[in-house]
């Protein structure tokens, strides 16, 4: 019995014994790992900063702890520091000034740089991937789709009438409203972009969209089961629907349409901007996935933000009712009205800043350069990361508040701004950036429409959509939040498990 009793103990420790050595292997061929993917990247003048595993960076940190990783990192580095995330050596600005330069300086050795993961699902002939004279050639092109005039002659109409039957039947009953605001930004645009045509590929389209938006930010592992993989085929399937869509416009007997497709194909020689097929349908692809993120969550924070602060949400529904008191039942939302709603665009802002929908904008280098006093390769992406700049104390006073007042101001200060601007300029004086208020808070001070020659072109396009959906949803109804849903604020905006909340007519 001993001698048995033995024999086990003895396997028993040459067990733990081998365990132990391979378990000493593993952490030493890591730490190998890591130190090497350090040392390959050492190279004198460059930023501060960790490169964590080949391959793979430290992308998972990056994904999983989002805004934490990037204050840890902050903490340890400074504002300026080096790391691997989504497939690149990056280099990460924090810094509001430098992150000012790089926006209004892109053609100064800089591109866009977004992840190959984007670029291949939205295609290469997207505005965020092209740069120089074809960036201004298929900006140009976006913004004659979606000018003023468009909007308040063509595209408002089109909105109005798509909110006002998305917002119908809502009351006396529990909702997702990360849901419907999700269908509302993707419904809208393709009755934008395809007018009543879009009905017969809506629901086959929106399956196939949901998986694209989660591949473009996915590590491009073309893999089974990988969001890339299936943001990749659904970007395939959604280029056959728009397609097929193009050659029945093309054989159709109808000579005009007026939609942003209609637009887009235009060949007779008022439009300055001929594009390819393949350039439309990256242009489609483009609108429908700016616009559907940034409408989809900014409308659900707003309702999330105003529920949580009823002296903001009293003040948006007597400004919408005010609106509604000048017409009838029936009168759809006009140029005028939407021009007005001053407070609603405050909201809007607020909502933007402090739910921070974008991040940050990545730009690449095409040459080794210097900024910020250090030494950037050639091929390295920066990563503009302006979410800090949005909690910024200096320019944002108590910055953790939702206080769309504070958009008030600087409006009333840009106005000003403008006015002084024009008088100057009749009397032939280029004095107007002398004459600045000190005023840190204004549109054209934010990042949260990006910057320079960047600045979103679908800006006021969006804001019409919100203004829009504000403005029927807070003058039916009132609602509260069933309570216990969670959100997530990186690397997305979301509600995992939906927001929901319970409508009730405002009329009961």
Not at 220 to 230: A, E, K, Q, S, V
Not at 272 to 278: A, V, W
Not at 288 to 298: A, D, H, K, L, W
């Amino acid at each position: 019995m001993l001698s048995l009793l033995s024999s086990l103990l003895r396997a028993s420790m040459a067990v733990f014994v081998v365990v132990l050595v391979c378990v000493l292997f593993v952490l030493c061929f890591c730490s190998a790992l890591l130190r090497w993917n350090e040392v390959r990247y050492r190279k004198k003048g460059l930023p501060p900063g960790t490169m964590g595993w080949p391959v793979f960076g430290e992308t998972t940190e990056f994904l999983k702890q989002g805004p934490s990783f990037m204050k840890n990192q902050r903490a340890r580095y400074g504002s300026f520091f080096k790391s691997h995330i989504l497939g690149c050596p990056t280099v990460v600005s924090m810094d509001p000034e430098v992150n000012r330069y790089i926006l209004m300086n892109e053609a100064k050795g800089l591109v866009p740089g977004y992840p190959q993961s984007m670029l291949d699902i939205l295609g290469k002939c997207n505005i965020a991937a092209v740069h120089g004279s074809t960036h201004k050639y298929m900006r140009g092109a976006l913004l004659a789709l979606i000018s003023p005039t468009m909007i308040r002659d063509q595209i408002l109409p089109k909105i109005d009438d798509f909110m006002r039957a998305h917002l119908s039947g809502w009351g006396n009953q529990v909702i997702n409203i990360q849901e419907k605001t999700k269908q509302m930004a993707l419904l809208s645009s393709l009755k934008q972009i395809a007018g009543i045509e879009s009905s017969s590929i809506s629901q086959a389209f929106k399956t196939e969209f949901f998986k694209l938006v989660l591949g473009t930010l996915s590590l491009p592992i073309d893999l089974p089961g990988t969001n890339y993989r299936r943001g990749f085929q659904a970007r395939k399937n959604i280029v056959s629907m728009l397609k097929q869509l193009i050659e029945d416009r093309r054989a159709s007997s109808e000579e005009v349409h007026h939609d942003m497709l209609g637009g887009l194909m235009r060949s007779d020689d008022q439009n300055r901007y001929k594009l390819t097929d393949e350039e439309i349908i990256d242009h489609i692809i483009t609108i429908m996935y700016s616009g559907y993120e940034t409408v989809s969550t900014t409308s659900m924070m707003a309702v999330k933000y105003l529920h949580d602060h009823p002296k903001a949400l009293e003040e948006l529904r007597k400004e919408h009712l005010a609106i509604r008191a000048r017409k009838m039942p029936e009168d759809p939302i006009d140029w005028n009205d939407l021009k007005s709603m001053r407070f609603t665009r405050a909201v809007i802002f607020e909502t933007s800043r402090l739910a921070t929908i974008v991040n940050g904008v990545l730009r690449k280098t095409t040459q080794d350069m210097e900024l910020n006093g250090f030494l950037i390769p050639k091929g390295w992406r920066i990563y503009v990361y302006t979410r800090e700049t949005n909690y910024d104390s200096f320019t944002y006073p108590d910055p953790l508040t939702f206080n769309p007042w504070r958009w008030m101001v600087s409006f009333t200060v840009t106005l000003f701004h403008q006015i002084v601007s024009d008088s100057l300029s009749s009397c032939g004086s280029n004095n107007f950036l002398d004459l600045k208020m000190q005023d840190k808070c204004t549109e054209n001070n934010s990042f949260i429409f990006g910057g320079g020659t960047r600045l979103c072109p679908g800006k006021e396009l969006g804001i019409a959509e919100i203004s829009t959906f504000l403005h029927y949803f807070v003058t039916r109804y009132r609602w509260e939040e069933v309570g216990g849903d969670k959100l997530m604020k990186f690397p997305r905006v979301e509600a995992p498990n939906g927001l929901h909340i319970r409508v009730s007519n405002l009329t009961n």
